[in-house]
């Protein structure tokens, strides 16, 4: 595994994509399970080299809900959140958009990152056991991304399960 499938979901912004020092730092091979210590020192590293790339921020909190790091993984999806909505313009709680805060459907770029980052942050909500929150933020999410096209549908129906045993 390379640190760009970390988030192959999520393409990187056209201005960075080019990058000599990010293309490199993305061509590094990471073993998660074999020396989980290197994967997470070069994904630090490179956070710490470019904070303006969301996405590097993002395949850290992937790495870190991969290995059950709930705590380390919501707050970088809140640094995700945050930056992303600052860039696009509208206000960084999820609880507070609406279907005409942003432009939702076809989303790119910080609009489609954050839907992504509500998207995780329902699905690490879950796998912490907070169904409660993770039910909120996928709700919300589904009236944002209408369209699901960002897949939160398939999270959604987890925890609306994981809702029902209770």
Known sequence: MLIRDLFSATPLSEPFASSLELQRLLHEPLDIAADW???????????????QI??????????????????????????????TAAAAGFDADW?????????????????????????????????????????AVLQRLQELDENDEVGSSVVYGLAMGLEDDD
């Open 37 to 51: 210590q290197r994967a997470e020192s070069l994904l630090i590293r490179a956070v710490h080299e470019l904070p």
């Open 95 to 135: 609880r507070r958009l609406q279907p005409a805060s942003a432009h939702w459907q076809q989303a790119t770029g910080n609009e489609r990152l954050y839907l992504y980052s509500m998207k995780a942050l329902g699905f690490v909500s879950l796998r912490a056991g907070d169904v409660p929150l993770a039910l």
């Open 54 to 83: 969301a996405e590097l921020k993002v395949a850290l909190y992937r790495m870190y809900a991969y290995v059950n790091r709930f705590d380390q993984s919501r707050a970088l999806i809140d640094q995700v959140l945050q930056q």
